[in-house]
Structure formats: structure tokens, C-alpha cells
């Protein structure tokens, strides 16, 4: 069984679908054993995503403001302390974030980014939580906040769905973080990520879709869901040279060692 470690359950752009349980149901069904289904913005997002997971098994969420995000005002109204409150508050909600910094789309103010992301790291240290970051186009950044302001190691976490330089996921894996793929491997112009995926450990990989969006090859250009995580999965396989059976358990190993209450909501 694969695990979707990255995608968005109740976004309303999914062709065909009718409900999030639907989503779940066809994932099931294509061997998907578990799905995070990850916020990006808690005052429009949080409610949705804790009926999402408590209507659906194997199925979690995490709190977080997207970059994106960061500069509204009804996401700076969430303190340090109102998102570690919430995080712990309920045992479907295994992570924080996705955080981060994107000076891509710079669609927040970079300083509001780079706060943002600071007050995410200190919930996840103060609470032993695992952060899910977003960074696109601000390696350097990213490098100097998780290193400044995750407290020596403290800091656990993934870098989400990744296309950043080979010198940040060597940086983050010296930090003891998780890298995960998405659907972008599988293209025909990702070899530069091709080739980061193989330096990466085995036991420090992670798969996800970040549906509805990055659709893997053969369905690239189309609509996303998290049954096509096998898809990439079977890509990465192949790359490591192993079968699809032995990498589906891997990167669920991966998995529940990182977000460890997963193990038991």
C-alpha cells in the first residue's frame, strides 16, 4: 500500500468527483493505503480538513499558512501558541505546515513569509511536531531560518514536494529531514531532480501528489488525485532499482516515522 504524504482533499477542483470520500474511496482502491491531506490557510481551511479526517480512515491533516498566504491578516492573527493549541488539540492533525518561504510568486510580503515561517518552526520545536515545507525560489533563505530558528537539530520535518537545488536537500538531510517527490520526477525535463532523488536515502524518502495539482506522467496535464501517488512511486522504484512492493513499504516506514501520531489516530 502507498501513503500520499502531500495533497489537498477539499479543494473544489477535482473533475468528476463529488466529495472528498470519493477521492479517498478511488485511492483505495488503486493501493493507497493513507492520505495527508495538508492545510494552507487556517481561518478558511481548518474546519473542512478535521471533517475530512474524522469521516475517513488512514486519513490526516496537518495546520498550517501557506507562503502564499502569510501576508492576510486572518492567518498573522494566528500566534505561535494558537497553532501549537490547535496541533495538539485534536489526534488527526499530525503536522504543521505547509509553511515556507516563495519568492517565486512573492504573493506575501518576503518579511511576512520569513515570519510566518519562523513562528511555524518554534510551534513545531516547542510541540516535537513535524513541519512540511514549501520553498521555491529562496534555497538560501530557507537554509539560514530552518537552521537559525530550529533550535540545533530540534527540528523535524519534510521538504515538500521538491525542486529547490541539490545543495538544500543535502543541507536538510544533514538536518535529519525527509525529502519528498511529486509528480514533477516523472517529467521529461526533471532529470536535474532525477538525479537529487538518488543521492537521497532510502529511508528518507517520501512520496506525495500535492493533488489537485503536478499530475505525473501519463496523466501530465490533467487533473491530479492521490491515487495517482502509485505513479510516481513506481517512477522512484525504478530509480532506486528496487521493486514497487519493497518501495510502497519503505516510504510507508518513512511515513509513520516522521508523523508519528499517525501510528496511533
Known amino acids: 500500500m502507498w501513503i500520499d504524504s502531500h495533497c489537498h482533499l477539499n479543494y473544489h477542483k477535482y473533475e468528476g468527483i463529488t466529495s472528498p470520500e470519493e477521492l479517498v474511496n478511488t485511492a ?83 518579511e511576512e513569509q520569513r515570519n510566518s515561517f519562523a513562528k511555524h518552526i518554534h510551534a513545531c520545536v516547542e510541540t516535537g511536531m513535524p513541519i512540511v515545507i514549501h520553498t521555491r525560489n529562496a534555497e538560501k533563505d530557507t537554509a539560514n531560518i530552518m537552521k537559525n530558528e530550529g533550535k540545533g537539530g530540534e527540528l523535524k520535518g519534510v521538504m515538500h514536494c ?15 529531514f525527509y525529502i519528498s517527490f511529486s509528480g514533477m520526477i516523472t ?13 537521497v536515502p532510502l529511508d528518507r524518502v517520501l512520496i506525495e501528489t500535492d493533488a489537485p495539482f503536478l499530475a505525473p506522467v501519463p496523466h501530465r496535464g490533467k487533473m491530479n488525485y492521490p491515487a495517482y501517488v502509485a505513479h510516481t512511486g513506481a517512477f522512484i522504484a525504478n530509480l532506486y532499482n528496487i521493486s514497487h512492493e519493497e ?18 489516530s
Open 247 to 264: 518501495f510502497a513499504k519503505i516510504t510507508t516506514d518513512n511515513f509513520f516515522r516522521l508523523f508519528t501520531k499517525a501510528r496511533t
Open 28 to 110: 483505495k482502491g488503486d493501493g493507497v493505503g493513507g492520505i495527508l491531506t495538508v492545510c494552507c490557510r487556517i481561518s478558511e481551511e481548518l474546519d473542512k480538513l478535521l471533517e475530512i479526517v474524522d469521516s475517513n480512515e488512514n486519513v490526516w491533516c496537518t495546520i498550517g499558512t501557506h507562503p502564499h498566504d502569510s501576508g492576510l491578516g486572518a492567518e498573522k492573527a494566528y500566534s505561535q501558541q494558537d497553532i501549537m493549541k490547535i496541533a495538539q488539540s485534536h489526534e488527526k492533525i499530525i503536522g504543521i505546515g505547509e509553511t515556507g518561504l516563495d519568492y517565486y510568486y512573492d504573493n506575501s510580503p518576503r
Open 162 to 176: 521538491y525542486s529547490s537545488a541539490q545543495w538544500l536537500a543535502e543541507e536538510a538531510l544533514d538536518m535529519g
Open 187 to 199: 517529467f521529461k525535463k526533471s532529470e536535474e531532480l532525477r538525479n537529487i532523488a538518488k543521492i
